[in-house]
């Protein structure tokens, strides 16, 4: 069993940055893939970064390529997302989602779930 912590989160205006963390407990998450995503109002989840256990080949969505940063500290049991040059379209609930399985864009594919942290991005 994993459980995730989102922190973070905030109001800042466009072209700042933030640093969302993931804290997880259990004694399994090192091997475990994790995901970020979010929801905006009205909207679906949508896929943003995931990251696999080794740290390696991270996937983005490409709104946020070039702009976000996902990473991950096993021995602290926290992976992070690095926003940067943040937009008004980034407005919504982050979720990070973890898995025992690969990294994927698929919320389907993710067992474990945190409560969400709000970014709101103001013009």
């Known amino acids: 069993q994993v459980q995730l912590v989102e922190s973070g989160g905030g109001l800042v205006h466009a072209g700042d940055s933030l640093r969302l963390s993931c804290a997880a407990s259990?004694?399994?998450?090192?091997?475990?893939?994790v995901g970020w995503f979010r929801q905006a109002p009205g909207q679906e989840r949508e896929f943003v970064a995931a990251?696999?256990?080794?740290?390696?080949?991270?996937i983005y969505v490409d709104s946020v390529k070039g702009r976000f940063t996902i990473s991950r500290d096993n021995a602290k049991n926290t992976v992070y997302l690095q926003m940067n040059s943040l937009k008004p379209e980034d407005t919504a609930v982050y979720y990070c989602?973890?898995?025992?399985?690969?990294?994927?864009?698929?919320?389907?594919?993710?067992?474990?779930w945190g409560q969400g942290t709000q970014v709101t991005v103001s013009s």
């Open positions: 989602a973890a898995t025992p399985g690969i990294a994927t864009s698929r919320p389907v594919g993710y067992d474990y």
């Open positions: 259990g004694r399994t998450f090192s091997s475990n893939a």
């Open positions: 990251i696999s256990w080794s740290g390696n080949n991270p």
